[in-house]
Antibody
């Protein structure tokens, strides 16, 4: 059974940094694309970043490009999101998602971790 | 960027009703459309992928259809446990984008 567990969220001041982790189990982690999706309080879903499983290519939303970095450690079955220069508008629940197959989609989701950016 | 316009933004229907939610893409695309269900305080759950394929374990009362720019999620017989917000999403091209959501309630 696929299991994704996010951690690392918390309260941070504007301009600060935070690193999120997503521990994966129940599948061959290195074979699948992984992504981060966020949801601001009371708002809809917003794709943040993806890391392909086969090509090691990375993709970012314009709103986070240059500030966030996605990475993965296949030996630890863990996905990361390094978030720098955080802004109030980055406040959201951040979900880790696993692709269903070859294409980068969001077949399976973790329970999310809350990031709050405030002074 | 492909914009996904979802309608309606909310609906109220009776138990047993057939419910349809539509999603229109800003440009014609392949069938890389997914539908998600999200209940309050919970993570989204994948229902449909590739526009029409049912995710493993999802009840067959959920179905997806459409092509080109117009896609539909149908719940064949609405039940109280289906009360949730539903989102469409395209993974045809980056940036990956979601519709604005449809909140489904029981009348």
């Amino acid at each position: 059974e696929v299991h994704l567990l996010e951690s690392g969220g918390g309260l941070v001041q504007p301009g600060g940094s935070l690193r999120l982790s997503c521990a994966a189990s129940g599948f061959t982690f290195s074979s699948y694309a992984m992504s981060w999706v966020r949801q601001a309080p009371g708002k809809g879903l917003e794709w943040v970043s993806s890391f392909s499983g086969r090509t090691s290519s990375t993709y970012y939303a314009e709103s986070v490009k240059g500030r966030f970095t996605i990475s993965r450690d296949n030996s630890k079955n863990t996905l990361y999101l390094q978030m720098n220069s955080l802004r109030a508008e980055d406040t959201a629940v951040y979900y880790c998602a696993k692709a269903s197959g070859v294409i980068i989609d969001f077949g399976y989701w973790g329970q999310g971790t809350l990031v709050a950016v405030s002074s | 960027d492909i914009q996904m316009t979802q309608s309606p933004s909310s609906l109220s229907a009776s138990v047993g009703d057939r419910v349809t939610i539509t999603c229109r893409a800003s440009q014609s695309m392949s069938n890389y459309i997914a539908w998600f269900q999200q209940k309050p305080g919970k993570a989204p759950k994948s229902l449909i992928y590739d526009a029409t394929s049912l995710q493993s374990g999802v009840p067959s009362k959920f179905s997806g259809s459409g092509s080109g720019t117009d896609f539909t999620l149908t719940i064949s017989s609405l039940q109280p446990e289906d009360c949730a917000t539903y989102y469409c999403q395209q993974y045809n091209s980056f940036p990956l984008t979601f519709g604005g959501g449809t909140k489904v309630e029981i009348k």
